[in-house]
């Protein structure tokens, strides 16, 4: 049963969680009850041993159109708004050891974009569009903005999306490299259950450990990079599933990984 109020959390057969935004009327704008069951939500898969794959949308006509600017907003802290109420979903998704898909439909605007790019993968509708709209209300991208933006698609092209309040088109996000795959907006969820449970095939520790290693290579040098990559190879190397999949392509057949 959902237990949560503007979080549609549902699972999709044995290994696949689904986590919807569930303030459709609003377009998934973001408000404080959101703000705190969304990291619970993710804490919920995250921690869960069974979930191998999660998929982050938005229930109707949008991803999210960012922070809901009709919310009280008479003596808010931003700061700690941000660092107390964001934070902890965006470090649940970085953090989590297992592969989440953002599926995009109609738009993700403002802290909703940072949402669904702070996602390890990115399915998007192809008539759907990205949004960086804080310029127009004297405000700067947060939720992480501006790093995810600036390293994926470089400085400039980042800054002036930020200033003009760009509405970028899913094909010029496809060629940018923001998201992985197009499809129809009456497949995004589907196709991203579908990806979200291919990848459930694959061996876990190597899909955590590929992503802790590729973030951590985001933020340090080659060299940092090469000597956590040694020391996290060695973990794979010793590990169960590594003797399953190599005994798996001795004897050419389908690798059954558990996870350790």
Sequence with gaps: MNQFHSILYQRCGDHVATIKLNRPSALNAINTQLRNELPMALNLAANDPSIRALVLCGEGRAFSAGADLKDDLSGLDMTTMLMKEYKPSFDAITTMEKPVISAIVGSASGIGLSLALV????VMAD?????CPFSTINLIPDGGGNFLLSRQIGYKRAYQMAIEAERLPAASALELGLVNRLVA???????????ATSLTQRAPMAMARTKKIMRFAMQNSYDATFQEEARIQKECFESEDFLEGRNAFVEKRRPVFKGN
């Design 127 to 131: 008539d759907a569009f990205l949004l």
């Design 119 to 122: 996602c390890d993968l990115t």
């Design 185 to 195: 907006a009456d497949e995004v969820i589907d196709n991203a259950v579908e990806w």
